[in-house]
């Protein structure tokens, strides 16, 4: 039987680990052969080898999209091998939360360019290829997926610059999708609330105990898997059916 995504070929941003991974496993397993697109060299090479001992197709790319030419490359490189380029999943996110007041610019600096600067690198260098899948088939529809966070809809103390970067996100996908979507081209974007995955480990230990950890033991936190599940179904609809946009929360989370 042929899959929902056989004969197509999706990039996943941040793919080495948490949502990035189960996405990429989620969409080769629909027939999706699959560019994994992080740094951390050796997590890409297992995941791809476990897709491919799985009957699907991947290719590990490693990039820090933060830089606009490794950006390029890593799209260039998918072209090179799949010919093609039909779905756009920017995951990759960084989340260091903190008060303003004597807060590291650096940090600020580092959660802006991956989160908003890698995202614009990497859908720049995108677009042409998925205006021509679009054009060209199999499916005349082509899609990119930016994944937020519910901190993109209300901001919280403490977490100024990361709301920043999200609430841009949000501006962003709305913006192209209304550019694109007389192209076929969706363009949606995604909303996680608590997620049980390795971007809280970023925090220093004072800024989880003192403001992830309280949250974490009184709500069952979503998993990487959940969100993925979430990509899947947005990029499956058929031709003229478009989720612009995605809230995924854990049931007990307001």
């Known amino acids: 039987m042929t899959s929902k995504?056989?004969?197509?070929?999706?990039?996943?941003t941040g793919a080495s680990s948490g949502i990035g991974a189960d996405t990429a496993r989620q969409l080769a397993d629909q027939g999706a052969a699959v560019a994994l697109v992080a740094r951390r060299k050796?997590?890409?090479?297992?995941?791809?080898?476990?897709?491919?001992?799985?009957?699907g197709t991947a290719l590990a790319?490693?990039?820090?999209?933060?830089?606009?030419?490794?950006?390029?490359?890593?799209v260039r490189q998918t072209i090179?091998?799949?010919?093609?380029?039909d779905i756009l999943v920017n995951n990759a996110g960084l989340?260091?939360?903190?008060?303003?007041?004597?807060?590291?610019?650096?940090?600020?600096?580092?959660?802006?360019?991956?989160?908003?600067q890698g995202l614009l690198h990497t859908t720049h260098a995108a677009l042409p290829h998925l205006l021509k899948a679009a054009e060209e088939g199999p499916r005349q529809v082509a899609d990119i997926v930016n994944i937020s966070s519910t901190a993109g809809r209300k901001a919280s103390a403490n977490y100024g610059?990361?709301?920043?970067?999200k609430f841009g996100v949000n501006g962003f996908t709305e913006s192209l999708r209304q550019e694109?979507?007389?192209?076929?081209?969706?363009v949606g974007v995604l909303e996680p609330g608590a997620v049980q995955t390795e971007l809280l480990s970023h925090n220093t230990d004072a800024i989880q105990e003192d403001l992830l950890e309280p949250f974490n033991r009184a709500h069952e936190r979503l998993v990487a898997d959940d969100?993925?599940?979430?990509?899947?179904?947005?990029?499956?609809?058929?031709?003229?059916?478009a989720v612009a946009e995605m809230l995924v929360l854990p049931t007990e989370q307001s």
């Open 42 to 55: 050796d997590r890409l090479h297992a995941l791809a080898d476990e897709i491919t001992e799985a009957g």
């Open 5 to 12: 995504l056989t004969g197509t070929v999706a990039l996943v």
């Open 180 to 186: 694109l979507t007389r192209q076929h081209v969706r």
């Open 80 to 85: 090179e091998r799949f010919g093609r380029l």
């Open 61 to 74: 790319v490693e990039a820090d999209i933060t830089d606009r030419d490794q950006a390029e490359t890593a």
């Open 161 to 165: 610059v990361y709301n920043l970067t």
């Open 227 to 241: 969100i993925a599940d979430g990509v899947t179904f947005m990029v499956t609809r058929p031709r003229h059916a």
């Open 95 to 116: 989340m260091l939360l903190g008060p303003v007041v004597g807060a590291d610019p650096q940090e600020w600096e580092r959660m802006i360019a991956v989160n908003v």
